[in-house]
């Protein structure tokens, strides 16, 4: 039987945990939306990036670090959020936040979590963001902004690109639902239901999102905490400057792992207009398809200032808990101090745009 140490990488660890989950879960961690190919698309779109290495350059030390909204971070990474982690593991989003306490890095709690904010928050010595959707109820939404400031999350990060929730087939040929036993800790109210009913979780948990939610819904945010807020979900330069004109702290390049517009471009090819357009005022973190620490070097040698990884993390999760999570963090962070070492990259600011091969 594999052990842990014998997990050399992230795809390890997401054959592993095919074997480990039963299907609904397995399929609803790895699904896409509709056809898939936003999902294939953005694996893909990392690896045509061919990398130009820079030689004799003493890289015998280096500083893989980074400033992520004041506080240094030991890598640019994040664990980006990601629902429902008590099907992957037992302990779910706790085993998660002790893991990403181990390595220093920030994780992002996913509104649809199923342990409670202030769970988590005690769980972890590294910084908790929490990630919030603009539900039907915005007295709702500001009460979750404020108490995810209350437990001590140190940002938020508010989800844009979630109007409607996007169609993922294989949920609703399983009848994916929240599993018994399961709660949705954090969206608890009288009357609503949480999740275990319906066929995939759009048609249960509909009043959490709102197809109406506008930029003014990110003032409406900021004006609640007095964290930052970052805007998650963005792909175009124009909707990235507006973000930052509302009053956005930061900008992530994603599309929702490919869940939600299928067709949707990967967001390795959306990044470098948003780079342009944010043009170093705030940070930008993109996520989608990030599986190697080679991934990690071409994010940001485009300008990306961190990425962050949803999938890999549950793999890690379903596999060893909180271990498996700390494995596979540790193993793109590895990955990734190796990377810039070949790289000829002996600091995060030698990342350059000139590492990567031009058509
Ligand atoms: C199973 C699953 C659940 C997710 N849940 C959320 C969520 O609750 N909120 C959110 O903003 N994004 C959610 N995402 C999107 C992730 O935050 C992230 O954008 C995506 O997973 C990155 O792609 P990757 O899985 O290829 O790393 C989810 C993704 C997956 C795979």
Redesign the pocket.
Known sequence: MATLQDMLSVDAFEAAAAGRLGKVAHD?????AWGERT?RE??EAWSRLWLRPRCMVDVSVRDASVDLLGVRSPSPLLV?????HRMAHDEGEVATARAAGVCGIPM?L????TCTIESVASATTAPLWM?I?ISQDRGFTRALAQRAEAAGCRAL?V?V??PVWGVRERDIHNGFRVPDGMRMANLERPGQPTGHTGRGIGESLGWTIDASLTWKDLEMLRGAVKVPVLV??VLRGDDAAKAIEHGAAGV?V??????QLDGAIA?ATALPDVVQAVAGRVPVIV?????RGTDMLRALAMGATAV???????WGLAVGGSEGVERVLRTLMEEFSLAMALAGCAKVADIRADLLQRD
């Open positions: 609803y961690y790895r699904s896409g999902v953005n694996v980006a959020p990601t629902a429902l992002v996913s509104s649809l979590s990630q959707y990060m989800t690109d979630t998650k979900g992530v994603s599309n929702h792992g490919g869940r967001t996520d989608g398809g990030i599986r962050q990884v949803g999938r890999p993390v549950l």
